[in-house]
């Protein structure tokens, strides 16, 4: 048994390896790139400043900073958490009756046409210059992903399941409880962790249409002073806050589906210890 878990260990970091490191290794690339083109190019900073440049700007700004980061992270959260809630139950009501689903789905598809920025101007007139427009705007570009996938998770759901449960006489809401929801979680949470990229991206387009605080506020200021190097810390944070909210999500989804992991990484064992077949020999042929 020790011996299988460090095999494990060693297996999980190496294939960490292999995930994580070309990635990374092209990121300092880049960044090494970037920085040698404007020292070299003697590029002005208000042009294009370098990373060392974004970096000190950005710690220099910190407590400017603060406050617009708190607003900014406020309007995600509530916008996501919106969009979460109003996602899963609209997946359920679709997967529950095909009618909704013929009708509500196509609609799904169509919305995603219009521009959410056209829309966020909209809401501002409507709501005022209030934290509402913004939690709406994210709610908006999370929800159809969130809705999508959780939908296609629950019509994915095992027919040799439901028919065995069907068969010993369980009702809809039980064939629901026991098989339909607990296949859909994967769907579900990777809808979640799509969304979870976009939201802090929509609250910065709320922000830009009408705000007094916010990481899109701080990044318009910016521009207008010609602080680029501010405009990219301001970038920096946000990259950083998405990433953030997306590894809270995958953490989440470890937490509350053990089995799923556990049973795919039993699987990739099983395989890497399996024996090579063996080629057939031609006298065994013969």
Known sequence: MAGTAKAQSKLD?????????PPAALLLLFFAVWQSATWLGRIEAYLLPSPVDVVRAGWEARSLLSGHVQQTLRETLLGFGLAVAAGVALAVLIDLSSLLRRAVYPLLVVSQTVPIMTLAPLLVIWLGYTIWPKIIVVGLMCFFPIVVTTADGLQAADPDQLALLQSMGASRWQMFRLVRAPGALPALFSGVRIAATYSVVGAIIGEWV???????VFMLRAANSFRTDWVFSAIAVTSLLSILLFLAVSAAERLALPWYYTSARAERWEELEAPPAKAASPKEGK
Not at 15 to 21: I, K, L, P
Request: proline share 0%; net charge positive; charged share 20%.
């Open 13 to 21: 970091l190496k294939r960490m390896g292999t995930t994580y490191g």
């Open 210 to 216: 009408g705000a007094s605080r916010g990481l899109g």
